[in-house]
């Protein structure tokens, strides 16, 4: 027999749980007042041809985001590699890159006449377009998704349980497979999960890269002919993908019991000595950090010497803008965080069909294309909320709920690894469930909190449709600019602000690794 | 610092933080009012949805502040998401004017019931064929499309008459287009009610078979000219203008303006006011502006766009009369043919 969640969780998660349900809402209101016209559009072969394209895409990007972000995790947490807390950083960063900039530069660099082909002085290189082209360039902007959560989860892991297997005698390969893989589960599940939702609702990436994804679909119909009930028809459609992708993912997180059992202080892990494979190590983690961030960052500078020139961004205003950005991102990362959690210990702790409702009515917004999220808070604020219309509170809230999922998959990931015995004990001290929350159950899940908030950072800093039509007027931010600079193609004179974009991002990517690796 | 006393400071950043944000949504909020909607009458000025980035109206909406000692709050976006949002805002729509970047987002808008009818003395500014017949917009400025070729490749005199020459074996896989882009679909509108849908039809299905590489826009058209990796392209001529402007006079990519066929057609930006407005008469009074000599000149000078009002003289850059580009008119634009054509596209396999 389960315990019920106690009502004020219950009540935080249902709040959350519709509040983010609010575009999903507006979609259903749109379609269902012409439902002929959307079932029309939305169940053609058509749609079914270009939707099996997407999920092929989709299943192709997420292997090899995990196939990315496992080895350096495991290398940049576990092991004596030389660096690891900067390669942890800069195998990080490619998250910031809005996609349509970061595909921009790979064409730059790899295109057709690219940089790459004029070093190379050969007359032809293989096609970055297509689907080929949409694989690398979304596998190398996405991994982070998976790499940031499971870097959280091998610091928690703990290390008596590898010591104990090693001991009885397993080799470190089985030790990894039998001890260390079954907890990291949950967190590549669900890293993998948020890396298909970002596949399956990108625009900007695959349409530089001429790929035929489901969302340039929506385009078509939405920007072409400017009929929201098509748009809404196939976002409907973007919707039950992402249930689809919900249910695989949660039957891949298996219910082991990986929590810790012993009683104690965690302690730090013994990294592992790598011994001569720290060169195929470094190699390894040189080539992703090269391919993923030098080439897009040294494209930028290159870019950003020539602007300087020709005087594109001032300085004085990019640092306003810089700020704009870090003030919103950081808003959309504390409150998205603090509500992701209220999603993630209910389905931790108090899992039943309630909590996994309201967890999989938290990831809505995210398989959405932005400019969707936007319309639907711009029809709910005008109609219920009209003094919040158009403020930086409005703005802050559609970015949260765009990018909430991004949070509950690490800070879930973390509660599942704290023991509830420890929250037990607690509570046979007589603190309450509110105390035992905020003071033992929060601080333990601390490394997937701050995972989550970056996570949230990280996007929002990007975000463009929404900002642009939610934000206050005249409100600009760096991803504003960066769309201001490249409307007539001067990707140049984008050099600055998407530097900057990068700069401010860092401040919060290295402080998370830093304070990992300090205390695990 | 132990956990509890970790998680009592978190716990006061975000209460902080909240309240800031609040504070700061307040602030902005009166800011964002002040342009009309709810319409106070200590603020002057007016409230602007604009699908143009400022670099191409910044310096008429500035002349407008400046002569008439007024403020133009100004909200940039996609104009195809700018439609969206006004028709979703409907009547607690803060926007007092609207500028399009395609004549088919403010024809949905229209078609929405939200824009007020222009006085007829700012209507007949531009000719008939470039305003709405029914007088609820009207074109401010106009983009021909052209052919846009590869000045180290390609000569002008080897460039097929109409765009219906792009068909030939010579210029298998070298020619660009964007049949996702509004501007190219307005363009195949045009030709449906010129030569028909089955020779519209013909030729799509010609420029797919003879490997027509589809682009997102007509800027990665242009810049896939100039980097050598396709000959020929169909895209709006000022945008190779703005290039030359940025790159000098060495820049690859030439503009064609084709002759036969359909010729170079105009394709508009267009402004409306907005019926919900409270503030019409200030409102008619910027759209007036954009159709007058200071800023019609700006547009014309900065971006070498058609000036569309007949006060105006266009860049001497610009070879081609603006009498010898057609236009698909108003009625061209009408949502249903934009369907139709989107339809016809897609059964061609262009789209």
Redesign the interface.
Known sequence: MRRPAPAWLALAGLLVAAAAVLPAAYLLIVVAGDLGEALSTALTS?TAAIVARTLALTAAVTATAVAIALPIGWLTVRTDLPGRRLWAVLCTLPLVIPSYVGAYLFIAAL????MLQEALGVAGLPSIYGFGGAWLVLSLFTYPLVLIPLRGALRRIDPQLEDAARAMGRRPLAVFRSVVMPQLWPVLASGGLLVSLYVVSDFGAV??L?FDSFT?EI??A???????TAAAALGAVLIVLMLGLLLLSSRLRTAKVVHRLGPGTLRPPRPYRLGRWRWPALAFCALVALVAFALPVGVLLYWASEGVASGATPWSRAAALAGNSF?VS??AA??GA?AALAIAALAVRYPGRLARLFERASHAGYALPG?LV??AL??FA??VV?????????L?FGLTIHYLPLAVGPIAAALVQVSPRIEEAARGLGRGRAEVF???T???ARGGLLAGAALIFLHAMKEL?AT??LA????ETLA?DI??QT????YEASAIPALLLLAVAAVPVYLLSERGAARP | MNPSAQIRTALLVVVAAALLLVAAGCGFDASSDSGGGAGEPETEGITLYSGRIPAAIGGAVDGYEARADRDVQVRYADTADLAATLVEEGDASPADVFFAQEPGAIGAVADAGLLAALPADVLELVPPRYRDPQGRWVGVTGRARVIAYDRGAVRPAQLPRSPFGLTAARWRDEVGWSPASSSMQEYVTALRARYGDERTREWLEAMVANGAEAFPNNVTIRDAIAAGEIEVGLINHYYVAQAVAEAGPDYPVGVYFPPGGLGSLMLLTTAGVLEASDRKPEAVAFVRSLLQRPSQGFFTSSSKEYPLSRAAVPDPSLSVPLARVPSPGGDLIALDELQATIELMQEAGAL
């Open positions: 058509r295109g057709p006449n690219g349409s530089l001429r340039r385009y078509i939405y920007r072409s002919s400017f009929d929201r003030g950081a808003g504390l409150l603090s400019i936007a319309l711009v029809f005008t109609r009209p003094p919040l219309y158009q403020t930086t509170a409005l802050v905020r003071t033992v929060a601080p333990l449709p642009l039509i206050p007027i005249g409100f504003t769309w201001t409307t007539f193609g001067f």
